[in-house]
């Protein structure tokens, strides 16, 4: 009974009051979509970590011959999608309880220069074209940019002085 009382007012009055009905719909609808992909990304690295757990199990069985340059690679990669999955579901637990603003704008750029920064370290430097590596650094740069922007803009918003840790 109680729950349908709370269904109630969260249907009724605060959608409908002080903001108005479509900003509150459009919020409940964005912290339920949130809320479905970050299961749904909760489950996704749960099989990721098995299947990593799993590899390397294989690998250390089979011995000494099998550890290569391209295996220890193969495993970074697999880390670093994992650590890339997992501040991207913090992103989206952060949407879900209602937080955001710069510190949401902040993960989605750390998860930028994650993702770049995962690029570079699993290229082959070889055949890659000089371009697309220049590409890639101006990448790096503009994302630690607009990263170092934002940090200070919230630094300044707190009405600190000092630097603002991550």
Partial sequence: MKRAGRLTKVFTHEVFSERGAGIEVYHYFARSIGLVLSIAVSIIMIFSL?????????????????????????????????????????????????????IQVKAVVLIGILVVVRKFILIDIETTAPLFLMGLALAILALGAVYWLVVDIDRKAAGEGGPVEP
């Fill in 50 to 102: 098995y299947y990593l757990f799993q590899g390397l199990v294989e690998t250390v069985m089979e011995g000494p011959a099998s550890f290569d340059y391209a295996v220890f690679q193969h495993f970074f990669e697999m880390v670093l999608t994992a650590l890339i999955a997992l501040e991207f579901n913090h992103t989206l637990t952060e949407i879900v309880t209602g937080r955001g603003g710069l």
